[in-house]
């Protein structure tokens, strides 16, 4: 999930007229190009992730909004 929005957000970042607005300027190439180059690090910088033992922030994030905790957490401080 993490790596879904980086990429829609990188997306936006470069296509969209309210930001950089490069749709007009890259050809089809160069476009494909983009979406793959993204893709290839968004999955190497995932496995290195995974191997590591760490999950995206996204998901951290989730886990941690939707997560039932049974026993109370003891407060910190």
């Known amino acids: 999930m993490t790596f879904y929005l980086l990429?829609?957000?990188v997306w936006v970042a470069l296509f969209y007229p309210f930001t950089?607005?490069?749709r007009d300027d890259m050809g089809f190439a160069a476009?494909?190009?983009t979406a793959v180059a993204l893709w290839a690090v968004s999955?190497?910088?995932a496995a290195w992730?995974?191997?590591r033992g760490h999950r995206g922030p996204a998901e951290a994030l989730l886990?941690?909004?939707t997560a039932r905790h049974d026993t109370p957490r003891?407060?910190?401080g």
Do not use: F, I, T, W
Request: hydrophobic share 40%.
């Open 49 to 51: 992730m995974h191997h």
């Open 7 to 9: 990429q829609s957000a």
């Open 31 to 33: 476009s494909c190009g």
């Open 43 to 45: 999955v190497a910088v």
């Open 74 to 76: 003891p407060p910190r």
């Open 63 to 65: 886990r941690r909004l």
């Open 20 to 22: 950089l607005d490069l």
